[in-house]
Nanobody, 118 residues
């Protein structure tokens, strides 16, 4: 079955960096787009970044452009989110996501907590 397992969250000071990882299994990872979302307390889940496949085209939410980088390693079935210059407003639970045929059902990981605080 499809599994997405995030890791790499933690506590970081403002201005710091973290790299999130999402290990995927149960589907042909290399041919599907992958996404990162986040959800802060009391707020709706919001899209953060997408990486397509093939081509590795990337798109970002405006608030993270220039600070976050999404990438993928198809040999390891893993998608990453490098987060630099973190701000308190980046604090949230970060989720890995993909959508797969035939019904284009949404699949989510369990999430990883990112806390940005001094």
């Amino acid at each position: 079955q499809v599994q997405l397992v995030e890791s790499g969250g933690g506590l970081v000071q403002p201005g710091g960096s973290l790299r999130l990882s999402c290990a995927a299994s149960g589907f042909t990872f290399r041919i599907y787009a992958m996404n990162w979302y986040r959800q802060a307390p009391g707020k709706e889940r919001e899209w953060v970044a997408t990486i397509t496949s093939p081509g590795d085209n990337t798109r970002y939410q405006d608030s993270v452009k220039g600070r976050f980088t999404i990438s993928r390693d198809n040999a390891k079935n893993t998608v990453y989110l490098q987060m630099n210059s973190l701000k308190p407003e980046d604090a949230a639970v970060y989720y890995c996501h993909t959508r797969l045929p035939p019904e284009w059902h949404d699949y989510w990981g369990q999430g990883t907590q990112v806390t940005v605080s001094s």
